[in-house]
């Protein structure tokens, strides 16, 4: 009977306990130690894996590989139903967003969870968001989403979904698309799914991509710095619906014309980047040099999933990211 869930967590302050200074050591508890605190109950039966004990800034590529390789294995199992991942909040989205990228899971449900405040606090939400998080990875409307996001009785697409407080107990939303369903209670209402882009299948090291910000008289010497010092591909965080300042256009080019792959995004928190002007440092015109549009991802997405197409090799073009 496919009805088990599998827990696999990776830290984070959901998984906090008390240093000698006062302050949260992140990750400190195991997997299955954050179940007895927290005295999580399913209705479905629920393993638990504990991939890693790390606060989400110390994640790594090759931790998102291994997750990656343990998801396609358990998925494999006939009686596992859903997969929930509990890390940090930090990069909750950049390792959601890496799971729905390159994941096609179709009978199998991917919810990704945190927590803002330590399970040790008055009002924590690290139990309430874990069991939300059970319940929507035990739901057949779960399965076969994408990487989904449990977050404040709110569900979000991997895609979407952007931390935008620090410390707020609605720390994820989706800006400008919403919550793709909810959890009330016992309830769990899937809404609406996103369209997702073509899966990707890295290879066995995700290369190098380095993101640069776009900031008003910004130094160009950035972009030269970063594929000197070995990165592969760019991802350019640029202001508006896609623009960079005029001085970047030169050695853009020049990287362009080198075989270099940049990706252009917006720093904007809603709105995709589009060639409505034209003037030195619009996108029409790095576009009409070889540039490529992220145009419904942010910048830490869109450089997953160029990591994910340069580690495999696949020709990179607008259609990577359609």
Request: proline letters at 6%; charged letters at 20%; aromatic letters at 4%.
């Amino acid at each position: 009977m496919k009805n088990t869930l599998v827990l696999i967590s990776l830290g984070g302050t959901i998984a906090s306990l008390p240093g000698t200074s006062g302050r949260a050591i992140a990750g400190a508890l195991s997997g299955t130690e954050l179940m007895e605190k927290l005295q999580i109950k399913s209705d479905c039966p629920v393993e638990v894996i504990t991939l890693c004990q790390k606060p989400s800034n110390a994640i790594t590529t090759a931790d998102l590989l291994q997750l990656r390789k343990l998801c396609i294995d358990l998925s494999q199992r006939e009686d596992v139903a859903g997969l929930v991942v509990s890390q940090g909040t930090d990069t909750l989205e950049d390792t959601a967003y890496f799971l729905d990228t390159s994941l096609a899971l179709a009978d199998t449900a991917v919810v990704v969870t945190g927590a803002q405040r330590v399970p040790y606090a008055p009002g924590s939400d690290a139990g309430p968001n874990l069991r939300d998080a059970l319940k929507v990875a035990g739901t057949p409307q779960a399965r076969g989403a994408g990487a989904l996001v449990v977050f404040n009785e709110e569900i979000h697409g991997a895609n979407s979904v952007r931390k935008l407080s620090s410390y707020q107990l609605n720390g994820f939303g989706s800006p400008g698309i919403g919550p793709v369903g909810f959890v009330d209670g016992d309830e769990v209402r899937l809404c609406k799914r996103l369209q997702r882009s073509d899966v990707i299948a890295p290879g066995e090291q995700l290369p190098r991509v380095d993101i640069l910000p776009v900031a008003i008289d910004a130094s160009p010497a950035l972009l030269e710095a970063a594929v000197a010092s070995g990165a592969k591909g760019l991802v350019i965080d640029a202001i508006g619906r896609g623009h960079i300042p005029p001085s970047w256009v030169e050695p853009l080019g020049d990287l362009l014309s080198a075989g270099i792959p940049v990706v252009v995004t917006s720093s904007t928190h809603w709105g995709r980047v589009e060639e409505v002007y034209e003037y030195p440092g619009s996108l029409a015109e790095q576009v009409s040099m070889g540039a490529i549009k992220a145009n419904h991802l942010n910048a830490r997405k869109a450089r997953l999933r160029l990591m994910c197409a340069l580690s495999c090799k696949m020709p990179i073009d607008q259609s990577t990211f359609s």
